[in-house]
């Protein structure tokens, strides 16, 4: 089912008897999930009939007795079954033994006082297994996957209007670019916005440069996108702000960031030249993020940036980071004083090719 209209379905109280829920955007699962909870439970009895079982530890027959249980003071009960990956081809860690057969005996008759949730952390589940093609047969199954380009952006105008504010579509556009397409953390930066500008008020393109997160990545795309114009001089500054800002978890702090700012430049100057290769040979925009193993979103920036280089100076680009990178490590150079005079010489590069 589409997760939108399972999402529908649940406001309105019209629950399944059992759910799967896999794919790797937690934060839809983790939505849905809360639709459940006030579909279902009430707060008298949330205690008595909401129960959360991981299957790293529990064997699936505790939950499905659980499920199997009249709820207690309440009209229905909740049953979460965690980390459910006998419904995928990953392998199961642990010593927990699990009987499917349990699970194809419910699917065929489940309870209607509840409402049995599998949760999958996993791209895909196994169709050819048994058990995946009962549940699929018996019980309602949302695919919670990464958002694609335009649905991303209409999630965040979606996001706005919950809470209360209106937001220009280029401010959305602009929020991605700077905070990233990760649902969790462009929620709270949506949620600081509306507070800041207030009930009925919009959130504009002058609010996001204001107050938005800047993602690391977003200041080496800018980086980047100073050396395609030849810009060093700004592009310099950038590098000196990154430094100031000190951004990057304990190990890649002070001295560590250049190789930071180092490793992530040539992450995306890698990224470029996939993508220069991949293009002519008719990969659509959604072929190469998943090629590419990155966001749709992510693709569509990046097509767009790659327009600025030759494919010799992608490839000459990537040696010499490679080439940095090595000097570094072996003492031939100090770090900072690497990224200073590599920004520099990509200019030359570029200019050559």
Sequence with gaps: MDIRQAAREIKAGRTAPIYVLYGTEHYLMDELIRMMEAAVLDEASRDFNYSVHDMREVPIQTALQDAETFPFMGEKRLVRVRQALFLTGAKQTGSVEHDLEQVLTYATNPPDYSVLVFEVNQPKLDERKKIVKALKENGVVIECAELGERALVEWVLRQAQRYEVSMEPDAAELLLAMSGTRLRQLDKEIEKMAVYVGTGCEITVETVERLATRELEHDIFRLIDYIARLRIE???????????????????????????????????????????????????????ASTLGIHPYVAKLAGEQAHSFSEKALKNIVHRLAEEDTRIKTGQIEKGLALELLIVGLKDIIQAS
Excluded: C, H
């Design 234 to 288: 700004e592009a310099l500054r950038m590098y000196y702000d990154l430094q100031r800002l000190n951004v990057g978890s304990s190990e890649t702090r002070g001295e560590g960031e250049p190789l930071k700012i180092l490793t992530l430049l040539a992450r995306q100057f890698r990224i470029l030249l996939q993508i220069k290769t991949l293009a002519p040979r008719g990969y659509s925009q959604q072929q190469i």
